[in-house]
């Protein structure tokens, strides 16, 4: 079956002449090249409806096998000919500094490299669910978060590699998308680092790396809201945030009930004195009594305290002021109606 695929791609690859990668068109005139080109697509969709992953993982390393093949095709040519990259500069100056053989090996170099990626990512999904289900047999190796930095250490090494391809230096989209996939996994990589050392009870470490992984998923999701291409590929760092959130919180608690002098701390803190609730408020105690029926809440009845005493007031104005002359208004008082009428008519008593 595999041999009359390959033959059936060999009659189509006679009418293949070029493909076309990030704006560029590439002529093919190789023709074991032209034959992975075109069975490309037939594998991926092949890896895509595969529902084990062991069957995936040999589909990958065949399709690795195939580009790894195109790849040296392509490198034997640039070595028979070596002149020809000169040659293909000056005829056409208007399509980068680097030929298009070497642009074609730098396509094939992508997806040998964005394959392995996958098969790596694939792979790390897998021990992920391995590892969230603890297994029964007794005999199987037990999974541990070490496991899967190895795979991640991986994908970021081929992802490094991704900028350095020959005529993608000067493409900032691909730079941009290529950054943004290194701090996706970088996340994915520090939170396993993390859970390593929760394993271990380094609890102080683990609580910095899980704030490292914070800071990388945050940038990532602003950096992916300037994309406007398909990136759905990439794993979702919001339920890897989530997920930082809620193991942080368990980590602390460990923290804290892994404390050599919890006892000792906790007898520090018990009551030891008759003192109520409400004179130790700014004091965390450990009381029991504060859930029974007698609980010492307050002092009853109050004692006494000192207040001041109602206040004296003193005129001492009084020997100092002076006051006006009213001997006239007094003796008008005292003469009446009487005196009034006499005054009036000129009588004086």
């Known amino acids: ?15 293949m002449s070029e493909v076309k990668w990030r704006g560029r068109v590439i002529p093919v005139k190789i023709d ?9 697509a037939d594998n991926e969709a092949a890896i895509a409806q595969t529902t084990t992953d062991e069957a995936k993982e040999r589909l990958y390393e065949s399709l690795l096998s195939e580009c790894r093949d195109a790849i040296q095709a392509v490198r034997e040519e640039l070595r028979v000919d070596p002149a020809q990259k000169q040659r293909e500069r000056s005829l056409e100056p208007d399509l980068g500094k680097v030929s298009t053989l070497q642009y074609l090996h730098s396509y094939l170099t992508y997806i040998k490299l964005s394959t392995a990626i996958k098969r790596n990512v ?14 029964q047999d007794e005999g199987k190796r037990v999974l541990r978060p070490q496991d899967l930095i190895r795979l991640y250490d991986i994908i970021l090494q081929n992802l490094s590699e991704l900028p350095q391809l020959s005529g993608l230096e000067d493409d900032k989209n691909f730079q941009a998308e290529v950054e943004l996939k290194t701090l996706v996994y970088k996340a994915y990589r520090c939170f396993f680092i993390a ?4 394993l271990v009870k380094k609890w102080s470490e683990a609580l910095v790396l899980y704030e490292r992984v914070l800071k990388y998923t945050s940038e990532a999701q602003t950096r992916t809201t300037k994309f406007t291409n398909n990136l ?47 004179d130790c408020l700014d004091v965390f105690r450990i009381d029991p009594s504060l859930v029974t029926k007698h609980a010492n809440l307050v002092q009853f009845p109050p004692e006494f305290q000192p207040i001041p005493c109602k206040p004296l007031f003193f005129d001492l104005a009084l020997n100092h002021a002076a006051f006006p002359d009213l001997e006239d208004k007094v003796e008008q008082k ?3 109606l009487t005196g009034y009428i006499k005054g009036f008519f000129g009588f004086r008593g």
């Open 1 to 15: 079956m595999k041999t009359l695929l390959t033959q059936t791609r060999a009659k189509h690859a006679a009418t």
């Open 232 to 278: 759905q590929d990439l794993p979702d760092v919001k339920e890897l945030a989530a997920r930082v959130n809620a193991e942080k919180y368990s980590v602390q608690a460990a923290a804290i009930l892994d404390t050599e002098d919890v006892s000792e701390m906790v007898s520090q803190l018990q009551v030891k004195d008759s003192k109520p609730l409400w």
């Open 195 to 198: 859970q390593s050392y929760v």
């Open 32 to 40: 074991k090249v032209r034959i992975f080109l075109l069975g490309l």
């Open 122 to 135: 694939a792979m790390a999904e897998a021990l992920q669910k391995q590892l969230s289900e603890p297994t």
């Open 334 to 336: 005292g003469k009446g």
